[in-house]
């Protein structure tokens, strides 16, 4: 079946350029996460949405950082004024669980670079 | 805040060779889970273990979860060369424990 898929897979911005990157997670999952990996790092929570509603946004990094999922489904993840340190791998995984232990499926990433 | 740790940060076995990759926490977990990433890949969820002690095997894969909850290993026999990748471990924190904090991983080469 299909799983997670992110767009685009690769993003070259300006910096001071918004982004906006895309994740379609698998259908019928309830939650889904973003996170950032920097090369050779393990990835890094973002923010955490269960259905519509954005429960945790701790590790968003800055107030540049915005993300939605307005019908519970997809989300977007939106950078304003990129700068260098943005570069990296944005993740998005979803999970069919609602609450307790469960497994994340990762999407393929967008791979940001900001030059 | 939580830390998760892992070491080694790179391990290079000969084909055959056994694996070890050990996680710690600085805080109790209620589970952990264990996630490989193939080089230019994602991460693919392993396995997720709960309880104290618990012990769960994967073919040539073995997870132990410590009694105290705060480390973990991932054990592999005789690798191959499809082993190849990044190891993580990963803890939740949060109030609803949605959200989970990787260790820095540990990447394995395995030469032919």
């Known amino acids: 079946g299909a799983g997670v898929s992110q767009s685009p897979r690769y993003k070259v911005a300006k910096r001071g350029q918004d982004v906006a990157l895309r994740c379609d997670p698998i259908s019928g999952h309830v939650s889904l996460f973003w996170y950032q990996q920097a090369l050779g790092q393990g990835p890094e929570f973002l923010t955490y949405?269960?259905?519509?509603?954005?429960?945790?946004k701790s590790g968003l990094p800055s107030d540049r950082f915005f993300a939605e999922r307005p019908e519970g489904s997809v989300s977007t993840l939106k950078i304003q004024r990129t700068q260098q340190e943005d570069s990296a791998v944005y993740l998005c995984?979803?999970?069919?669980?609602?609450?307790?232990?469960?497994?994340?499926?990762f999407g393929p990433g967008t791979r940001l670079t900001v030059t | 805040g939580q830390q998760v740790m892992q070491i080694p940060q790179y391990q290079h076995v000969q084909e055959g060779e056994d694996f070890t990759t050990y996680c710690n926490s600085s805080?109790?977990?209620?589970?952990i889970q264990w996630y490989k990433q193939r080089p230019g890949g994602h991460p693919v969820f392993l396995i997720q273990?709960?309880?104290?002690?618990e012990v769960k095997k994967q073919k040539r894969l073995t997870f132990q979860f410590g009694e105290a909850k705060k480390n973990s290993s991932l054990h592999i026999t005789a690798t191959q060369t499809t082993d190849v990748g990044t190891y993580f471990c990963a803890g939740p924190i949060g109030y609803y424990g949605q959200n989970f904090v990787f260790g820095p991983g540990t990447r394995l080469s395995v030469l032919p």
């Open positions: 273990l709960v309880k104290s002690g």
């Open positions: 949405f269960q259905n519509e509603a954005q429960l945790d």
């Open positions: 805080t109790t977990l209620s589970n």
């Open positions: 995984a979803s999970s069919l669980a609602r609450t307790g232990p469960y497994e994340q499926y």
